[in-house]
């Protein structure tokens, strides 16, 4: 068996990825199993790990424990070294942020010995699509500018993320911030360009770009993203009046907003997302600049094993 790159955030959903680890690192000793792991020390690092365990290496699997923030940052590595090498490469994931919707999209089950299994198994594997924004970061989830710009921020700056995610209920976080960012936020007028079609958005809460489904700890954003068909799908929700947009809160995490009148949805490779004023951008969960984002897909970019 070929040994296997395993990259660490021990800090994701606040200290579970160093307890994750001990509980891996005990079975693949125990199991015989060659590896190499690399612990991130600071905010950026797993993109450096990831280019030294391919390209150093040579490792064909990369392991990620972490959350989407650190899943981002290595598949930044990967493609990085992928636009100039042939250095082929698949991702698990072994779920330990507070979001973990990578691991959601693709099945992978929250158990950390249960993920690591399907890893070295590597029984499914999917080649899927990336985000690739000019100035701004790859992304694999997701891209979004306005009110999930914000709750990103709002988030990863929370000090009830860390509370929460010690009791196991990071996710919860993420709609703690949506309700203090929804109570106050304003809208303002936008443009989407999808695929040469420009559109005129005015009072525009978000525009967000998905790759996945979900979203920000699990809500179903776009029930019909899918990171295989080299589209993306873009989801934009416009109102008024905050109040409207209550039942749009109250049925996304079930993916059955799509039918309320504040939702848009449409689909395309190329897409451009222009405002009046600077609007903060997410990509992945990770606060990744302002407007204007300009997006292009990269078709079938990087291998997952799946669950
Ligand atoms: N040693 C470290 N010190 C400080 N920050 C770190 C360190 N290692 C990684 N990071 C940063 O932590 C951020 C968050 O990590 P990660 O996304 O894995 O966990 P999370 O925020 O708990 O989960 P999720 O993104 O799923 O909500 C990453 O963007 C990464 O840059």
Same mark, same amino acid.
Request: no cysteine; hydrophobic share 45%.
């Given at each position: 068996m070929e040994t296997i790159g395993i990259i660490v955030n021990p800090l994701s959903g606040n200290g579970r990825g160093s307890n994750i680890w001990r509980e891996i690192e005990t079975?693949?000793?125990?199991?015989?199993?060659?590896?190499?792991?690399?612990?991130?020390?600071?905010?950026?690092?797993?993109?450096?790990?990831?280019?030294?365990?391919?390209? /150093?290496?040579? =490792?064909?699997?990369?392991? =990620?424990?972490?959350?989407?923030?650190?899943? /981002?940052?290595?598949?930044?590595g990967m493609r990085q070294l992928a636009l100039t090498s042939d250095s082929p490469c698949s991702i698990a994931v072994i779920p330990a942020g507070t979001g973990?919707?990578?691991?959601?999209?693709?099945?992978?089950?929250? /158990?950390?010995?249960?993920?690591?299994?399907?890893?070295?198994?590597?029984?499914?594997?999917?080649?899927?699509?990336?985000?690739?924004?000019?100035?701004?970061?790859?992304?694999?989830?997701?891209?979004?500018a306005g009110f999930d710009g914000m709750v990103a921020k709002v988030t990863n700056e929370a000090s009830y993320k860390k509370l929460l995610n010690r009791f196991g209920l990071g996710k919860l976080s993420y709609f703690i911030s949506i309700l203090r960012v929804f109570a106050t936020y304003q809208p303002s007028i936008a443009w989407l360009e999808v695929d040469g079609n420009t559109y005129e958005l005015p009072n525009m809460w978000l525009a967000a770009v998905a790759n996945i489904p979900f979203y920000g700890g699990s809500i179903q954003i776009c029930p019909t993203a899918s990171p295989c068909d080299g589209h993306a799908d873009v989801v934009v929700i416009q109102s008024k009046g905050r109040f409207k947009l209550l039942p749009v809160l109250f049925t996304v995490y079930q993916g059955k907003h799509t039918k309320h009148p504040a939702v848009t949805f449409y689909k395309g490779k190329s897409i451009t997302i222009r405002t009046a004023k600077p609007l903060l951008v997410q990509a992945d969960g990770e606060f990744a600049g302002s407007t204007p984002v300009q997006i292009e897909i990269i078709p079938a970019a990087i291998t997952v094993i799946s669950g």
């Open positions: 079975y693949l000793q125990s199991h015989h199993i060659a590896f190499l792991v690399k612990l991130t020390t600071y905010a950026g690092e797993a993109t450096q790990h990831a280019m030294t365990l391919i390209q /150093h290496h040579q =490792v064909h699997q990369l392991i =990620v424990i972490g959350g989407d923030g650190t899943i /981002h940052e290595v598949v930044a973990n919707d990578f691991a959601k999209a693709y099945s992978i089950p929250t /158990h950390p010995i249960e993920a690591l299994q399907i890893a070295l198994a590597a029984a499914k594997k999917v080649q899927i699509d990336l985000l690739q924004a000019t100035n701004h970061p790859i992304a694999v989830n997701s891209i979004g």
